[in-house]
């Protein structure tokens, strides 16, 4: 499931590079975390998962869920943090950031699902707000995922399975001049286990020239995806109890979407005697257009709550680093500079709607916003078991927001510094402790720091909402090699927030909410007792509060206590393969008392296959192999049903986990 190297061979994984992989031995002397990893695509895709965005559940105590159709983005849960669509969760992938600021649906809003697994060469985890090349979203963890330049044999799959499931992918690499050319193509359809098929309608395609090495080369990449789904939304567990809908039903037939996402990006890297030099670039086109209801008739007792948001954007940026060793009395060092900058042009609106025909326009806005951040950190090795990092991080935020409600419009801006530093103590008898600190930020919709009006009646007056929020992080741990094949890690944590500030995309306003600690710990292992077998357990489990005092009480809603999951992989090239993954989500508060908890859920998935030794490859998975009648979601608030009172009912709102489902994948290569 994942993998955990020493304390040098992970912080390798760190720097990035042309190739997707950090120059080697440029950053040998970078300290690291407990909990910061390096994960190979192949032990990616060795477990089975129902869509691509639970590629990334290898992350030891990330939980990844849909509540909605499945061309929107997933919802993400780590260290104590319902982290909604990708607030306080950094994705990239090859150098591009996923995450959306002052999105159509929420702050943050990270969409994955243009991700091919298939095409992975690894995954680079670090979490908590202790690294200087981290900047907005970052303070929960960063996850970088870095695609291959070349296949080892190019291939063409055909998967078949339960609820209309169809997937085509082929993809293969051929030489090209002095490089290689990396093709892939995904098609997908899927209505899924729902009374209203989802009716996914997928394409995705990527194309890659790429010619050096990780130090001295460059790659090209266009990636282009679209989307179109209905979508079965969370519903009242009442509506269910009283018969008015199945378990996967929806009181909206209407809901769905569709979404696209075109890009270009670059990376580029040289090494000389002055050092190791990382450039990358890119430029992203993004639509999405979704339609929603989550409260039926609560507002509008006669055309009903369906609304939709709209979020079109162009986006460009680049990350530049330069990495350069020098002695100074004695000591051996390295220093990393860089900087990034990235600016976003959008078209961002919220429109009340109606079976999917426009009703009236709540707010609809252009936003220009851009940032920029300039880091450094120095690692000196003191002695053979002594290493430290200290590093800076200054960010830059500035933006306009030109709204259809004149008095919301306005320019913002903001800045940070954040220092951060780290400690790596050992290995002695094959065992390594770690210390780390910092300070990192989040970025809030810039529409809410230029708010003055409510843009439903443009009257009732609004508090803005400060631009940048900070974030203050520890962490303490140990990983050991001691057992033979067994790597265990243990990581304690504490994560602060200023506020969890966060524009409501559903209401076209900011929700102020508290300041907020979050306290934990996690046992991360992997043993591999045999080669052709992997055992993984991790554990996490994180107290979190709101940390001033509010009669509602202190509980942070959405927020988990336990998160756990196992698997063991068995196979090698040839021959019979197989793997099975257990994944515990555990009870969250859904209120800020405590007196409305949701359910946990404990979901089992196999595969068995047989390589056999031509390339072909023949594979089942099973998903939910227990028929676990549980949820993926579950949330509590005001809802109203016909014939219900005009104030509503305060409920539990529930997306159902997908029941047991096959699929058949028969694959070749060549």
Partial sequence: M???????????????????????????????????????????????????????????????????????????????FNLDHGTDLAISVDGM?????????????????????ELIQSVNVRKGPYFADQGDFASAGAVAIDYVNKLPHNFAEMTFGSFGYRRALAAGSTRVGDGTLLTAFEANKYDGPWDIPDDVRKLNGVMRYSQGTATDGLTLTAMAYSNGWNSTDQVPQRAIDQGLISRLGTLDPTDGGTSSR?????????????????????VVRSDLRLFNNFTYFLDNPVNGDQFSQLDGRTLGGFDARHTFDWRF???????????????DDIHVGLFKTEQRNWLLTVRDDRVQEGNVGLWTDTTTHWNDWLHTTAGIREDFFAGHVFSDTPQNSGNAQASMASPKAGIVLGPWYKTEFYGNAGYGLHSNDIRGATITVDPNDKVTPLDRVPLLVRSRGAELGIRTKVIEGLTSSLAVFVLDFDSELLFVGDAGTTEPSRPSRRVGVEWTNEYKPLPWMTVDLDVAQTHARFTDFDPAGSRIPGAPAWVASSAITLGGDTGWFGSLKARYFGPRPLIEDDSVRSRSSLIFNARAGYRFDNGVKVQLDV???FNAQTNQIEYYYLSRLPGEPIDGVADRHVHPAEPLAVRLTVAARF
């Fill in 97 to 117: 950031p996923v995450n959306m600021p002052t999105h159509g649906h929420g702050q943050g809003y990270a969409d994955i699902n243009f991700l091919i697994p």
């Fill in 262 to 282: 075109f890009s270009l990006s670059s990376n580029w890297a040289q090494s000389s005697e002055y050092g190791q030099t990382n450039v990358s670039a890119y």
């Fill in 623 to 625: 998903l939910n192999l």
């Fill in 329 to 343: 009395a004695g000591l051996e060092s390295q220093t990393r500079v860089g900087l990034q900058s990235r600016y």
């Fill in 2 to 80: 994942h993998s955990q190297t020493a304390a040098r061979a992970d912080s390798q994984a760190e720097g990035g590079g042309a190739a997707g992989a950090a120059p080697a031995g440029s950053t040998a002397l970078q300290p690291t975390a407990a909990s910061a990893m390096r994960i190979s695509g192949a032990q990616v895709n060795a477990i089975p998962f129902s869509r691509p965005g639970e590629a990334l559940e290898v992350v030891p105590g990330l939980i990844v869920t849909q509540h909605s159709g499945e061309g929107k983005a997933n919802q993400y849960f780590l260290r104590g």
